[in-house]
Nanobody, 126 residues
Framework: QLQLVESGGGLVQPGGSLRLSCAASGFTFGYYAIGWFRQAPGKEREGVSCISSSAGSTNYADSVKGRFTISRDNAKNTVYLQMNNLKAEDTAVYYC???????????????????WGQGTQVTVSS
């Protein structure tokens, strides 16, 4: 049974950092691209970043470029999202999701991803 479990969220002050983890099980993790999404209250779920199966390709939303870094360790079946210089507008529930392809889709949007974790809350506030 395919399962994705996010962890690492929490409360952080503006300018601070967090590292989110997405642990996968139940499928051949190393074959598939993985994305990170977030959803703030009252807003649609938006794509944040994606990493290809081999980690040879990554992409980021403009709002997080230069601040967030996606990476993966296929030996540990885990994808990470390092978030630096956090801002209040980064506050959201963060989700990881798997595609059925080894490459990241042209657009990191909900309909291009098939399996989802339960999410982890990130709150940026002083």
């Amino acid at each position: 049974q395919l399962q994705l479990v996010e962890s690492g969220g929490g409360l952080v002050q503006p300018g601070g950092s967090l590292r989110l983890s997405c642990a996968a099980s139940g499928f051949t993790f190393g074959y598939y691209a993985i994305g990170w999404f977030r959803q703030a209250p009252g807003k649609e779920r938006e794509g944040v970043s994606c990493i290809s199966s081999s980690a040879g390709s990554t992409n980021y939303a403009d709002s997080v470029k230069g601040r967030f870094t996606i990476s993966r360790d296929n030996a540990k079946n885990t994808v990470y999202l390092q978030m630096n210089n956090l801002k209040a507008e980064d506050t959201a529930v963060y989700y990881c999701a798997a595609t059925t392809h080894s490459w990241c889709p042209a657009r990191t949007v909900v309909q291009n991803f098939d399996s989802w974790g339960q999410g982890t809350q990130v709150t940026v506030s002083s």
